[in-house]
């Protein structure tokens, strides 16, 4: 079975930093895109960056460049996305998601919310 | 490239047809357009890609179509399971989504 599992729910204060993960598996995780999409509390969905784990080619949305950092590990077939320092607008839920034919997101992960407050 | 979906919402009853739209601020290629759904606590399910491809699993009752800059999801006859927020997305050398169009029950 093709699934994207994402490490569990975090719990940091302002200034802190974070990694969370996303575990493929099903699939060859080199040869797919992963992006990484973050979901403020009842907002929408918001692109904010992606991994080719082939040759860790990472792409940024203009909104979240510099503010985040993608990257990943073949030999575990797992995508991250951390931050240096956190503020309490980072509260949201992420999730990862492969990119499929058409660029589409085909597989998500089940999400991974992050709570940030002193 | 930014998505714009109208309505924000869509209130129907059951068995109604419903028309959600999606525009482009820029040509999109009809490759490169897909419709999700999510529900409460869940995570975004791929409905539609390539514009018109139904996902695996996705019903019949949903169908995608157009072109260039205006693309829509009709669902036939809405089921009970159909209530939820729909968003569109592009690819057109990055990726956005629209802001969602919530379906709701009359």
């Known amino acids: 079975e093709v699934q994207l599992v994402q490490s569990g729910a975090e719990v940091k204060k302002p200034g802190e930093s974070l990694k969370i993960s996303c575990k493929a598996s099903g699939y060859s995780f080199s040869d797919y895109w992963v992006a990484w999409v973050r979901q403020l509390p009842g907002k929408g969905l918001e692109w904010m960056g992606i991994?080719?784990?082939?040759?860790?080619?990472?792409k940024y949305s203009p909104s979240f460049q510099g503010l985040i950092t993608i990257s990943g590990d073949r030999s575990i077939n797992t995508a991250y996305l951390q931050w240096r320092s956190l503020k309490a607008s980072d509260t949201a839920m992420y999730y990862c998601a492969r990119a499929g034919l058409g660029a589409s997101f085909d597989v998500w992960g089940q999400g991974t919310v992050v709570t940030v407050s002193s | 490239i930014v998505l714009t979906q109208s309505p924000d919402t869509l209130s129907l009853s059951p068995g109604e047809r419903a028309t959600l739209s999606c525009r482009a601020s820029q040509s999109v290629s009809v490759r490169y357009l897909a419709w999700y759904q999510q529900k409460p606590g869940q995570a975004p399910r791929l409905l539609i890609s390539?514009?018109?491809n139904r996902a695996t699993g996705t019903p019949d009752r949903f169908s995608g179509s157009g072109s260039e800059t205006d693309f829509t999801l009709t669902i036939s006859r809405l089921e009970p399971e159909d209530f939820a927020i729909y968003y569109c997305q592009q690819y057109g050398g990055s990726w956005s989504f629209g802001q969602g169009t919530k379906v709701d029950i009359k």
């Open positions: 390539a514009t018109s």
């Open positions: 991994i080719y784990p082939g040759d860790s080619d990472i």
